[in-house]
């Protein structure tokens, strides 16, 4: 029984402890995309990429025509000199998939010069959330764009404008997908739809417009005959 009535407490007490908390969510690919310095950096490391995959295709272009030299004079070749150019060849393929690999591998030199020019632009996007994170009593802060999976969604959780704000990128027009939390069930007086003067005249005088034909049409009450 005393056993039972621990685990109900504990249970109970864990439930209050999640439900204090206040947590929200980003999406730090759209805030990534909104900064200008970001989309600088992914420039620069598009045309490097674009560089060193020539330089590949080169390599590869290189491999291909040792074979056709190769097939073109296999028949007057002895199997010395056969054995040798097989192996030239292997060589040179070698060398094309290491430098691939040294390239566009993990932790290769993509990765780390992408490391080196994103990392800036990261802090700086943490240091928001973090700024963000305090000012709105923030215990938790999820990343849309991240590994965990996020099913559904709540507006009222995002506080991706708030993170653009504090990055001076905040603009109602661009930042649509990430709207602000709302404030309120109900809408303040500045919310709520402006009322067209005329458009209130107008209906004014239709409503004894509509009263004239409602009169026109009543039948007549019938006179009662003294007979």
Do not use: C
Request: proline share 4%.
């Amino acid at each position: 029984m005393k056993k039972f009535l621990f685990i109900f407490l504990a249970g109970f007490l864990l439930s209050y402890v999640s439900q204090a908390q206040k947590f929200g969510y980003i999406d730090s690919n759209f805030i990534l995309s909104k900064m200008p310095a970001y989309n600088k950096v992914q420039q620069e490391l598009d045309k490097q990429a674009e560089a060193w995959q020539k330089d590949i295709e080169g390599m590869h272009q290189n491999v291909e025509k040792l074979k056709q030299e190769y097939k073109a004079e296999e028949v007057l070749l002895t199997e010395e000199m056969k054995q040798k150019r097989q192996a030239d060849i292997a060589k040179k393929e070698t060398e094309v998939r290491d430098y691939q690999r040294k390239i566009f591998g993990y932790e290769g030199t993509m990765f780390k010069r992408r490391q080196e020019l994103i990392r800036p632009i990261q802090d700086e996007v943490f240091t928001a959330v973090e700024k963000v994170a305090k000012a709105k009593q923030l215990q938790i802060v999820f990343d849309k764009s991240g590994d965990l999976v996020m099913i559904y969604t709540n507006p009222v959780h995002d506080y991706t404008e708030y993170v653009l704000e504090e990055l001076g990128l905040a603009s109602d027009k661009q930042n649509a997908p990430a709207a602000k939390p709302a404030a309120g069930a109900v809408d303040s007086p500045e919310n709520l739809p402006e009322t067209n003067d005329t458009d209130a005249e107008n209906e004014q005088q239709k409503q004894p417009e509509k009263q004239t034909k409602t009169q026109k049409t009543k039948p007549a009450p019938k006179k009662k005959s003294n007979n």
